[in-house]
């Protein structure tokens, strides 16, 4: 599936709706540039969730629990992670196949420990489109 938003409200309504559809042990990996919305399109997604809480990314914490939804939802930003013995040390398999829901924004950095199906998104700018458009890429795999 292939959206197209044009601001903010419509990343985090696209995030929103599929929070809304999420199912507990499901893993999104969220990728995309610096400033594209991986964080905006998250809150979209936690308050799809039923998360009330403010979401922010976890930059220097690696992993956000927020247990308030319908599931718990386990937020990772592993941009600066150093090295996958550190996904190991915080227990990543515990929340992968855990009773919540994973998304980890720059997935692509811990790609060799993800399991065989997740759910990939990709954000991508494309300025010659207007500043705030934003094509998002879904897919199961």
């Given at each position: 599936?292939?959206?197209?938003?044009?601001?903010?409200?419509?990343?985090?309504?696209?995030?929103?709706?599929?929070?809304?559809?999420?199912?507990?042990?499901?893993?999104?990996?969220?990728?995309?540039?610096l400033g594209v919305g991986k964080t905006v399109f998250t809150q979209g997604?936690?308050?799809?969730?039923?998360?009330?809480?403010?979401?922010?990314?976890?930059?220097?914490?690696?992993?956000?629990?927020?247990?308030?939804?319908?599931?718990?939802?386990?937020?990772?930003?592993?941009?600066?992670?150093?090295?996958?013995?550190?996904?190991?040390?915080?227990?990543?398999?515990?929340?992968?196949?855990?009773?919540?829901?994973?998304?980890?924004?720059?997935?692509?950095?811990?790609?060799?420990?993800?399991?065989?199906?997740?759910?990939?998104i990709e954000i991508k700018k494309d300025p010659e489109r207007g500043f705030?458009?934003?094509?998002?890429?879904?897919?199961?795999?």
């Amino acid at each position: 599936m292939r959206v197209e938003t044009n601001g903010p409200e419509e990343t985090y309504e696209l995030g929103r709706r599929l929070g809304e559809k999420a199912k507990a042990g499901q893993i999104y990996c969220l990728n995309g540039d610096l400033g594209v919305g991986k964080t905006v399109f998250t809150q979209g997604f936690a308050k799809g969730l039923g998360i009330g809480e403010p979401v922010n990314s976890p930059t220097f914490t690696i992993v956000q629990e927020y247990d308030e939804g319908r599931l718990p939802l386990y937020h990772f930003d592993v941009y600066r992670i150093g090295d996958i013995s550190e996904m190991d040390e915080i227990g990543y398999d515990d929340y992968f196949f855990g009773e919540g829901v994973c998304l980890i924004e720059w997935s692509c950095l811990i790609r060799e420990i993800l399991p065989e199906h997740v759910i990939e998104i990709e954000i991508k700018k494309d300025p010659e489109r207007g500043f705030d458009y934003r094509s998002v890429e879904v897919e199961e795999k």
